[in-house]
């Protein structure tokens, strides 16, 4: 049974993150594979994921902010794949970039604990905990995707922070 989203595996097979083509100047594989998923769980997950924690955060960094964030949460979380992971590695999917979120949200907990009223600070950080521990017992999961987008998401968040005010609502 094929539960590929994508039909047409030539369309699958050019936006995918695969390693060697990136290092071959397939730059567009650094983006791409954020916005495409091979089965309907995977894509339910991260768009679960993204429903949850994204109005909050967009709310407060502005939707042009939050798009850079989030987009740029993902590309970290390819860059890392790419150095790290063997040439003929593929990845797609968008839980880098969720990952990238939870860490703006660390971010913010560290350096700008009042921006968050107490009842974000109880969800967000075992949320955020369950799922790095779920990283490394879940089945064919792209492990250094997930923890460099958190590490990217971090980053981003603490330069943010460093320009603008952040406060939840």
């Known amino acids: 049974m094929n539960t590929s989203l994508f039909p047409n595996q030539e369309l699958f097979s050019t936006l995918a993150g695969t390693n060697i083509y990136i290092l071959n100047g397939e730059y567009w594989r650094l983006i791409t594979p ?58 797609i999917g968008a839980s880098g970039a969720i990952f990238g979120l939870f860490g703006i949200y660390l971010a913010v907990l560290l350096f700008n604990k009042h921006a968050m009223p107490f009842y974000g600070k109880q969800v967000i950080l075992p949320i955020v905990a369950i799922s790095v521990i779920m990283t490394f017992f879940s089945p064919n999961v792209n492990i250094i995707g997930h923890l460099f987008g958190l590490a990217s998401g971090f980053i981003i968040g603490r330069i943010i922070l460093q320009f603008k005010s952040i406060h939840f609502h």
């Open 34 to 91: 954020i916005f495409i998923h091979v089965a309907f769980a995977h894509v339910l997950f991260n768009s679960f994921s993204l429903i949850l924690f994204g109005p909050a955060l967009e709310r407060a960094l502005g939707k042009g902010l939050f798009i850079i964030a989030y987009i740029g949460s993902g590309i970290g979380a390819n860059i890392a794949t790419l150095m790290i992971k063997p040439p003929y590695y593929t990845h």
